[in-house]
């Protein structure tokens, strides 16, 4: 057997997990830190901070353009990165990874690229009421330019999108369908397989939005069927500034380049250019080469940690802290949707979410209060901001019931 | 220690027991004051008909602990003071939620002094004196929020 294979027969060791990520060891407040804004951003192991570090001590070099070797040892890093991404979310070929700051910056690569040249007046562009504003703004950007409108397919109160409606809402007006994997508020996972089935039977193009599935869910683009696909590094235990695009040979040979200049081009005449293949097209200018290789070394801790596994102790995990929450007097919790991840989002009656997370903070709790960049779900739901819990492989049961204690304590001190 | 010092007894107390909660039967000047991003609103009505100094204010709305503490504190140190006044009592508070240390003129809005500590709170305290500032000036709406992503 091999010494992976035998590491994840082992049951889940939340405490040796734990020790592989420094920042945890922290207090707040003179409190230990519990930190449950893992939606927001992700801390980093020692491996991942440990490659940065390592990269600029030892290898650092841009990539792509000297021939000595520590161009060749950073082009290979970063080229491992694009191959280990390849791998980690099912694409049928690295060339089909365009590396990018982040979920942000892929959307609005599809934006311009893509959309923006194709699309017309008359033409729609599909959405969901649970859709983060990177999801949202970009497309009423590509609206306003060429003239198309921005449609948007109805959740229930539970926090589910409503498959029928959404595929209803395919009309031959409808160009191109972006809808979130798992929603940064309610910690929906949407029927993505399902929605990409309706897409494709009717020649339209889905984008998601995997910002917040990534880190959670194993992922397998061949089974998933859509056709763009966006990852954050940040979120994935990566650095920040490090994200990418994935979509099929076909739609990115079609794209236009949407930056222009070093790294992305063939040969540069004034009288005109010829543009590099893809992916290297779309990344013009030095990238965040120490933050991808980065991103390789969290890719590499993820996938020994095992993504299944994950996965299921963050669904006991998210099982646990929502039985917990309930327990407290008045308190409502948004998005109960039957497949989500270990997202809570919630008030509690006569507070406001910022005097709870600010409260929180002087307990040691690190939650996020405010709107979450969704301000139509928050119309949606009739409040102007949630306090939200987001919990990754590193919390435990014990921070649970310490956060609950602490939510309790400031109940009553708030009510 | 920080947060439980700015939510201290007093601003409690101003939370949990607003005074000059409610509106004003023939007020000369109101504002409306939201900071949409937070979900706050807040209306100040005030009566300044007599040489135009405050004769009485009432505000209302829905805010956090911060907001209406802080407007409730406001409301009992305001009444008599003209816009002058009431400007420079706003400058002073400022000073006092960006460590400028107390302010004895201020009476519990000395509470507020632990924003110092909290920056991103700051527009929650500020958000009474802003709106209450835009009815004495004349104008309908008030906000504090600048660039909020």
Redesign the interface.
């Known amino acids: 057997m091999n010494a992976q294979a035998e590491l994840h027969d082992m049951p889940f060791d939340v405490q040796r997990i734990r020790k592989d990520f420094p920042l945890l060891t922290r207090t707040v407040?003179?409190k230990p830190l519990i930190y449950f804004d893992n939606a927001n951003t992700s801390q980093k192991p020692a491996v991942v901070i440990e490659a940065v570090d390592h990269f600029y001590r030892e290898t650092n070099a841009n990539v792509a353009r000297a021939v000595h070797q520590l161009g060749e040892e950073a082009t290979a890093a970063y080229e491992g990165t694009r191959r280990k991404l390849a791998r980690f979310i099912g694409a049928g070929s690295p060339n089909e990874i365009v590396l990018t700051s982040g979920t942000t910056h892929a959307i609005n690569l599809v934006a311009y690229s893509y959309a923006m040249p194709r699309l017309k007046p008359g033409d729609e562009i599909l959405v969901t009421t649970m859709e983060h504003h990177a999801n949202i703004v970009p497309w009423q950007l590509v609206c306003a330019h060429t003239g198309a409108k921005l449609k948007v397919a109805p959740i229930t109160e539970r926090g589910e999108l409503i498959v029928d409606q959404f595929i209803e809402a395919l009309t031959p007006s409808v160009k191109l369908a972006a809808v979130t994997h798992v929603s940064n508020v309610l910690g929906t996972i949407n029927p993505i397989a399902e929605l990409a089935r309706a897409t494709r039977k009717r020649g339209i193009p889905l984008l998601v939005d995997g910002s917040q599935a990534a880190p959670h869910l194993p992922l397998d683009m061949r089974a998933l069927g859509c056709d763009f696909y966006t990852i954050t590094g940040h979120k994935l235990y990566g650095p920040t500034g490090t994200g990418a695009l994935w979509t099929r040979k076909e739609l990115l040979a079609e794209m236009a380049p949407f930056f222009g200049g070093g790294e992305m081009i063939r040969e540069v005449r004034f009288e005109g250019t010829t543009f590099a293949d893809p992916p290297h097209r779309f990344e013009a200018g030095t990238p965040n080469i120490a933050g991808f290789v980065g991103l390789g070394a969290a890719l590499d801790y993820v996938e020994s940690v095992g993504r299944a596994r994950i996965a299921a102790y963050e669904a006991e995990l998210r099982d646990y802290a929502t039985a917990a929450l309930k327990t407290i007097p008045g308190l409502r919790i948004f998005g109960e949707a039957r497949e989500k991840t270990a997202v809570i989002s919630f008030l509690i009656e006569g507070t406001?979410a910022?005097?709870l997370a600010?409260?929180l903070?002087?307990e040691g709790v690190a939650v996020r209060s405010?709107?979450h960049?969704a301000h139509p779900l928050?119309r949606f739901y009739g409040?102007?901001?949630t306090a939200r819990i987001s919990l990754a492989l590193y919390n435990t049961r014990d921070e649970i019931d310490r956060s609950v204690a602490a939510i309790s304590k400031v109940r009553q001190?708030?009510a | 220690m920080s947060a439980a010092v700015l939510y201290q007894q007093v601003v409690l107390d101003h939370y949990r027991k607003p005074r000059n909660r409610g509106s004003l039967d023939g007020c000369t000047h109101a504002a409306d004051g939201v900071n949409a991003l937070c979900g706050d609103f807040l209306r100040v009505e005030v009566d300044c008909a007599a040489e135009r100094r405050i004769a009485a204010i009432r505000f209302s709305g829905e805010a956090c602990a911060i907001t209406t503490a802080t407007a409730s504190m406001l409301s009992e140190l305001v009444r008599g003071m003209d816009e002058a006044e009431v400007a420079l009592a706003a400058l002073r508070f400022e000073r006092v939620i960006s460590g400028a240390g107390e302010d004895a003129s201020l009476g519990d809005l000395n509470a507020m002094a632990e924003l110092n500590r909290h920056p991103s709170r700051r527009k929650c305290a500020q958000l009474a004196w802003a709106t209450l500032r835009a009815a004495l000036a004349g104008d309908s709406r008030a906000t504090t929020e600048k660039d909020d992503p």
């Open positions: 407040h003179d406001h910022h005097d600010t409260l903070d002087h405010g709107h960049c928050m409040v102007p901001a001190l708030l």
